[in-house]
């Protein structure tokens, strides 16, 4: 078998999210006819992390098998032609050993949310940011996220439907800058647990407007109780940029 990994890019705005779904349309979904159109060969494809739906990639990184060798410049070019009109890229192709697992040879996630912060609504912009018309104070926020590095129990952002054994995460880099009307939000970590980054940020919210101070953050995360954690940020603000290998 000849094993191949895949960068990909795509807008989640249409998808389900990464994983096959019975009744609606997702990213994996797209790829895996694609190969098939590409090669005539049935494949399971698997991803560095399970985006969810509406959740966009810029570097998401997947491999998957065929019997046949193809060279790695065909197979991009092909996945691409094949892959329209979905929103969904192949950036880069490369042939790879039987031991790389896009999943499980990751050694670090990266992610970026992006917060559109001004009083006139997003238009062109309104399936890629959050639209928060309120001032946020970006230091502040930046100085809460400060507070949760590291490894923690991070239970209060964690999903109830969260499938993770433990809720150990080990978060090696949260911080917040303003560029103009946006506040990006960066975290990066060898793995995060379901909606973690979104929970963050919907909490880190509460911290730019004030009705927390950024030490309330670090008490939120150390309650290890859902209840406590501010609503989700939207998934149309979140980017999976980048996996290190």
């Known amino acids: 078998m000849h094993r191949f990994k895949l960068t990909l890019e795509y807008d989640g705005t249409p998808f389900s999210g990464w994983q096959r779904q019975s009744d609606r349309p997702s990213v994996q ?7 098939f159109r590409m090669s005539g060969e049935t494949v399971a494809t698997q991803a560095a992390g399970r985006t969810d739906a509406g959740v966009h990639a810029l570097g998401q990184v997947a491999h998957f098998e065929l019997s046949k060798p193809w060279d790695p410049f065909r197979v991009r070019e092909a996945l691409n032609y094949h892959l329209r009109p979905d929103p969904v890229a192949v950036v880069a192709a490369e042939a790879v050993g039987p031991a790389f697992e896009a999943r499980f040879s990751a050694k670090a996630r990266h992610y970026e949310y992006r917060i559109l912060n001004r009083r006139a ?36 952002f964690r999903s109830s439907e969260c499938q993770a054994n433990s809720p150990l995460r080990t978060l090696d880099v949260f911080s917040v800058r303003r560029e103009n009307e946006h506040i990006l939000v960066t975290a990066s970590a060898r793995s995060f647990l379901h909606h973690q980054v979104r929970s963050m940020v919907g909490s880190l919210k509460l911290v730019g407007e004030g009705k927390w101070a950024p030490e309330k953050l670090r008490a939120v995360l150390d309650a290890r109780d859902r209840s406590k954690c501010g609503a989700m940020a939207p998934a149309s603000g979140l980017f999976f940029t980048m996996v290190d290998y």
């Open 29 to 35: 979904q797209a790829l895996e006819q694609a190969i």
């Open 121 to 156: 609504p997003a238009v062109i912009e309104r399936n890629y940011v959050w639209h928060v018309p309120m001032p946020l104070d970006a230091e502040a926020m930046n100085k809460a996220a400060g507070t949760i590095l590291g490894l923690h129990d991070f239970t209060t």
